[in-house]
């Protein structure tokens, strides 16, 4: 039996930052990942936007931790993760998107968001050749990025291991033992554990993991996919975001690289309910119909390659962060509704910290993604 002061189950955009931050904070920390290797469920699915703009000021306080971690990342490791801050545009081509954007900025900016609304001749000048007609300005944060997904979680990675941390690979969790209100053992296909906390991070497996530990949550896979382009010169500053929906698909996004290509994705209507990763043939002609009519230059380019992944949706669109009930050494943290890339790196720091120092400023966040909240509405930009 193999003991730890923390236990995460899953090995991806969330379980690796915090398996670092937890072992450089001299705890003993095991990973317990199903997968051959890390950040092979939802992480390398990801298209790599950072951003703090959110409508939710636990996310926006979460996500600038990890803005602050990405900008610094090259300098504080010595690791390229191709960071750039090219900022998040969302346009509003119409007087609803315009209101519900400029509402926004109020609880945006007392969260200490740095954002504010730009002119159609402004969103123009970032994004040279967007189609104008209709279009009305958007809120601009400068501030917000884009980084490689597999580069960041393979840094983390490695930085995770030099820190001290065991990773468990290729173990599936088949049980826990409960005792006197906490989590004593964690059971695998190969080992048992024993760790003081235990941490759900399995993201689309979350649902399955808490259950094993006596707690429901409200976590359910749908599936997204993403695609990227060959590189070309740079062209465009910021990650496009239209909110804009039709009969077909959601809101789509898109921005360029670092290294030159374009990355792009959409939400599907009715949204694809399930695990299924196989790739669909209406996935690049819907995407790129979207595209070309917010952004006529692209016609030109090549894809290179898509794919496809899951979000691990909640009914609110916010993730569940804390302990549950059943047991009050198991923490939560999944639910991150397709943003565990962007999420991970900030909540690994802030959740360490709780572990390690049971640290108290962060207890809003608690309150705010507990498992236990009504699920009332929608977060806007989710």
């Excluded at 991806?12 to 092979?40: D, F, H, N, Q, T």
């Excluded at 549950?324 to 991150?336: I, K, Y």
Aim: aromatic share 10%; with cysteine.
């Amino acid at each position: 039996m193999k003991k730890f002061d923390v236990l995460i189950i899953g090995a991806g955009s969330i379980g690796v930052p915090l398996a670092y931050y937890c072992a450089a904070r001299s705890l003993k920390v095991g990973v317990l990942e199903r997968e051959a290797s890390w950040g092979r469920g939802q992480n390398r699915a990801a298209i790599g936007g950072i951003r703090a703009t959110h409508s939710d000021p636990a996310k926006i306080k979460i996500c600038q931790e990890s803005l602050r971690i990405a900008a610094a990342f090259r300098e504080e490791h010595g690791i390229d993760i191709e960071w750039r801050q090219g900022g998040y545009l969302f346009v509003a081509y119409d007087e609803e998107r315009e209101r519900s954007f400029r509402d926004l900025l109020a609880v945006q900016k007392a969260a200490g968001l740095d954002i504010d609304w730009i002119d159609a001749d402004r969103v123009a000048e970032l994004s040279p050749g967007i189609a104008r007609e209709g279009l009305r300005g958007g809120t601009f944060s400068p501030g917000d990025g884009f980084a490689s997904p597999l580069t960041t979680n393979t840094a983390f990675h490695r930085l995770a291991l030099e820190a001290g941390a065991e990773f468990l690979f290729g173990e599936t969790v088949t049980g826990m033992e409960l005792a006197g209100g906490k989590v004593r053992r964690v059971r695998t296909d190969k080992e048992v554990y024993e760790a003081a906390v235990f941490v759900n991070a399995a993201g689309a497996h979350a649902a399955e993991i808490a259950s094993m530990a006596g707690a429901e949550i409200p976590v359910h896979p749908d599936s997204h996919e993403g695609g990227v382009t060959e590189p070309v010169a740079p062209f465009m500053q910021p990650m496009l975001v239209d909110i804009r929906s039709d009969e077909e698909s959601g809101n789509y996004y898109f921005y360029q690289a670092s290294t030159g290509q374009v990355v792009f994705c959409i939400t599907p209507k009715p949204q694809a309910w399930g695990a299924e990763t196989v790739n669909t043939s209406g996935f690049l002609p819907l995407c790129v119909r979207r595209m070309l009519e917010l952004y006529p230059r692209l016609r030109s380019l090549k894809v290179r390659r898509t794919w496809r992944g899951l979000y691990p949706m909640t009914p609110d669109g916010l993730p569940l962060v804390g302990y549950t009930r059943e047991a009050d050494n198991f923490l939560l943290a999944a639910g991150m509704c397709g943003q565990g890339f962007m999420i991970g790196p900030g909540l690994g720091r802030i959740l360490a910290q709780v572990i390690a120092e049971g640290a108290k400023e962060y207890d809003f966040i608690f309150e705010e993604l507990t498992p236990y909240r009504k699920f009332e509405g929608m977060e806007l930009l989710k």
